[in-house]
């Protein structure tokens, strides 16, 4: 999936409108994490370079298609300011005579931010009046909000259509290589690991994974279900009781293709859904009256063992409930397990990257994935609307 990327782009001099991904994390105005602004400067810093006039759009939050101060840009760009060492202009308009009058205003290497497009309802139908005016902004367009990919949005995808060139900016360009990999390349032996709560959130991607992947480790509460299905007893557990079935297809399915399924032979246990609650182990079956929080010992250690001998490790969510103290160790040991790994490893969703960062390993992985939906979406073989939409290398 060869797309032209910004660095091929001719962007010298040219207004380059770019679709970043700035859906940060607020308390009031002040941001709490900036790890998706800092993620979008390789692609600023290249085209301010280039002496282009660059134009961003972003979405913060879920404003229902209306302004609304609370979800206002106006401290990224402060921030952004601060991290490029420039002062980034600020447009309160998306789009109309104030919008274009702040774009006409620019001169060579400045940066502008628009107001969230998401203040207009028009962004998410993907209304093509709305995605010409955006496009009117710009000489060429720039997509790098991988975020965002798996949505057919005006600034995500409707707007490419008017322009001649429309390129991936670096972040994307680095997710297609990494996840293009996994889905079309996969280096043998290729492990997956697949952690979350229910089995019909992830069954699609476990079909693909089963396809091209020669192991699957299952951890998370999504776990309880295939123990259930194998008759083991499961006490409160979590359990995804309308996909039972699923569950049985999935391992039948392994079988047939002759791919292994892993699953926790012990547990880490409580009365009670409560970071306060005691944790204790025990083994493959969990006692009535108790729930598995995290994966085991010995399961940690068995899941340890098969990450180092893999050429390639894609995970996609936790072991356990990781976020309590006492039920992080199966997780953590993982995300240690997956960053000594000397083959590719790639992690993706929200919560394994957060996973990643709190263990203190995200720097000795080979790619983080800055999209949960979309790097799901990408590893089911899906089509991405903001994906397709870019121009062709």
């Known amino acids: 999936m060869a797309k032209l990327t910004v660095d091929s782009l001719d962007s010298k001099g040219k207004k380059i409108l770019v679709r970043v991904d700035f859906n940060v994390p607020l308390d009031g105005d002040r941001i709490t994490d900036d790890t998706r602004i800092r993620a979008a400067l390789p692609t600023i810093q290249h085209l ?3 002496g282009a006039r660059t134009i961003l759009m972003s979405h913060l939050g879920r404003p229902k298609g209306e302004p609304n101060p609370k979800y206002s840009l106006a401290p990224v760009a402060a921030r952004l300011s601060e991290l490029l060492g420039k002062k980034v202009a600020f447009c309160p308009k998306v789009i109309g005579p104030q919008a274009q009058e702040a774009v006409a205003a ?8 628009l107001e969230n497009v998401r203040f207009h309802a028009e962004e998410e139908k993907n209304d093509p009046t709305f995605s010409k005016e955006l496009a009117s902004l710009g000489d060429a367009f720039v997509s790098d909000a991988f975020g965002t990919v ?32 996994a889905l079309d390349n996969p280096k043998s032996p290729y492990l997956a690991i697949v952690g979350g709560a229910k089995v019909g959130d992830k069954i699609t991607v476990i079909n693909s994974l089963l396809q091209r992947a020669d192991t699957l480790l299952i951890g ?36 047939r293709l002759n791919k292994r399924i892993l699953l926790p032979s012990d547990h880490v246990v409580a009365g009670a859904f409560s970071a306060e609650a005691p944790a204790e182990a025990c083994g493959i079956d969990i006692p009535d009256g108790k729930m598995g929080l995290d994966i085991g010992p010995e399961t940690s250690k068995r899941y340890q063992d098969e990450i ?3 050429a390639m490790v894609v995970w996609n969510g936790p072991m356990g409930v ?6 992080k160790k199966g997780t953590f040991a993982v995300a240690e397990a997956v960053a000594a790994c000397k083959g590719v490893t790639i992690v993706g969703g929200g919560d394994s990257v957060a996973a990643a960062n709190q263990a203190g390993v995200s720097d000795r992985i080979s790619h983080i994935s800055t999209g949960g939906g979309a790097s799901l979406e990408f590893l089911e073989g899906k089509k991405l609307p903001g994906i397709e939409a870019l121009t062709n290398a």
Do not use: C, W
């Open 48 to 50: 301010m370079g280039q």
């Open 106 to 113: 620019m001169t060579a290497g400045d940066v502008l931010l």
């Open 150 to 181: 798996h949505r057919a949005h005006a600034s995500t995808a409707g707007v490419a259509q008017y322009f001649k060139q429309a390129a991936a900016g670096f972040l994307i360009a680095k997710e297609l290589q990494f996840l293009g990999m």
């Open 220 to 255: 998370g509460g999504m776990a309880y279900t295939f123990l259930k299905v194998q008759g083991h007893t499961i006490g409160t557990s979590l359990l995804d009781a309308p996909n039972l079935g699923l569950a049985e297809e999935l391992l039948a399915t392994s079988k």
């Open 308 to 310: 180092a001998k893999a």
């Open 322 to 327: 990781f976020e309590f103290p006492a039920f």
